[in-house]
Each structure stands twice: as structure tokens, then as C-alpha cells.
């Protein structure tokens, strides 16, 4: 989605340089390989690494090692991660519900709580690539991405982070128990208040106000689908707008088209 609408430029929006972001859309058929094998780092990822995961989980990680490699990132040690998930763990939650009902605390898995809550997503990534900053879960319903965006903006402002990445997932639809499980899509951006500069694409979040209403009214609502698609377009550089429900918008451009 290009920008078209008059931008009013907000005092409290905040600026970012993406130096890094990758997409992974997988059919539920090529989750087991990528889980074995979700992407090159410069360390070993071992094959059982993402062995219990969500296969939110298991998007996240591919879609976060394809940004590093895209943006030649290595060393994130001292970086925030924020993930936001869609109806994380729901399926799996219900099934262990179920199972306590029946057999009580020992039909429960250990591992549901590490790796099919909130903050798994972020805890993994945190974990298999050696990052002590802040990891938090975000939301888990509809507007979790408006939440991921503003809180991001405010996470680099305030806690003088020098990177953070935001990392989004979803199913195509939303996994119901004993039906085929869905594709998922991921998206992972790597960020810096510093970056590259002009040449690199650059992320801003601004906070809507009262006098934003018919300007926000005039931006598509913000997706995970049409945000990939636009940073994967092939026919020019990514740029665009989505309104971030009511509480802002979000916009994107190249350096190219600045």
C-alpha cells in the first residue's frame, strides 16, 4: 500500500532505521522441516532446539534469522524484543484443559507454559540467540500489532535500547482442535533509533490525537498480510501507511523515496 493521504507529522512520533527484516509464510506441510532447520546463524541452532514450539514460535525464529542475515546482524546481546503473536496457544491450551479435566494435573504437559504461552515466543528467541535485553509477549488478539508498534516506540525512546526487534505471527485462520492445522505467516524487523542512514528503510510510529481522527480515517487498517506483501513488493521500494486501530498509524519508506 503506497502512501497517498497529506501526512500531518506528529511532534511524539518516533523514528527508526530498519536494518534488518524478514518474512516466512509457511503451509502447516513445511512446519516439522522448518522447525528442524529454521534458518542460518552464526552459531549453530541445534535440530531439537525448536522441538516442543509453537509453530508461531517456529515462524518467529525463521523470520528473525532471515532479517539478521539480510541486515548482516550478529551481535543483538543488549537488544529488546517485543512479539505479537494472534491467538497464541489457543489449540493447545484447550487440549491441555480438556486432558486436566479427564486425568488431572498429570495430563498436563510441562511444557505449555514455556513454550505455548504469551511470552514464549520472545523467551526462545531470547534464548537461542543470546539476547539480555527486555523480551516481552504483546497482546495475542486482533490488535496486538497496534500494541507491538506503539509500545516499540516507546521502548526505543525511553530505554536508550540500541536495537529492538519486533517479531509478528499468525495463522491464515484460526487453528480449531481436530481440524487441519493452518499456514502461518511471520514477520521479524530488526531495528535502530542510529542506523544506516538515508539508504535504509526507515519505520515510524506516530501516536494519533483528537485532531488525527479524518486523517486516520483515510488509512487502511494495518495487517500482517498486506505489510509483508509490501515489504516483499518487486515492482519498487516499500513504502506506505496503516492506521494502527485508534490509537495511531504506522508508516514506512525507503530511503529511495524519501
Known amino acids: 500500500m503506497r502512501a497517498e493521504a497529506s501526512n500531518p507529522r506528529v511532534e511524539l512520533a518516533v ?23 529454521p534458518g542460518v546463524w552464526h552459531e549453530k541452532i541445534a535440530p531439537t532446539a525448536l522441538k516442543q514450539a509453537d ?26 524484543i517485543l512479539a505479537a503473536p494472534l491467538y497464541f496457544g489457543r489449540s493447545v491450551t484447550l487440549a491441555s484443559l480438556l486432558a486436566f479435566e479427564k486425568e488431572g494435573a498429570w495430563g498436563v504437559s510441562p511444557h505449555l507454559i514455556p513454550h505455548h504461552s504469551l511470552h514464549a ?22 490488535g ?19 536495537g529492538l526487534w519486533i517479531v509478528l505471527t499468525e495463522h491464515d485462520a484460526e487453528p480449531i482442535p481436530g481440524q487441519p492445522m493452518p499456514g502461518c505467516l511471520g514477520v521479524a524487523l530488526a531495528l535502530r533509533l542510529q542506523g544506516n ?5 526507515q519505520l515510524r510510529v506516530c501516536p494519533g490525537e483528537e485532531e488525527h481522527v479524518e486523517f486516520l480515517a483515510s488509512l487502511p487498517e494495518f495487517s500482517l498480510t498486506s505489510f509483508a506483501q509490501e515489504l516483499e513488493r ?11 486501530g485508534p490509537r495511531g498509524w504506522l508508516e514506512i519508506e525507503s530511503g529511495e523515496s524519501r
Open 15 to 37: 523514528t527508526a532505521s530498519v536494518v534488518g527484516w524478514g518474512v516466512v509464510q509457511v503451509t502447516a506441510e513445511q512446519i516439522p522441516a522448518l522447525r528442524k532447520a
Open 55 to 80: 509453530e508461531q514460535t517456529v515462524v518467529a525464529v525463521a523470520a528473525v534469522l532471515q532479517a539478521a542475515q539480510r541486515g548482516e546482524l550478529v551481535d543483538f546481546a543488549s537488544w529488546g
Open 121 to 142: 515466543i520472545s523467551g526462545t528467541l531470547s534464548q537461542l540467540l543470546h539476547i539480555h535485553g527486555p523480551n516481552l509477549g504483546v497482546g495475542n488478539g486482533p
Open 144 to 162: 496486538a500489532t497496534y500494541e507491538a508498534f506503539l509500545l516499540a516506540g516507546a521502548m526505543m525512546s525511553d530505554l536508550n535500547l540500541p
Open 197 to 201: 542512514g538515508a539508504e535504509s528503510m
Open 234 to 244: 518487486t515492482d519498487g521500494d516499500p513504502a506506505g501507511m496503516w492506521r494502527l
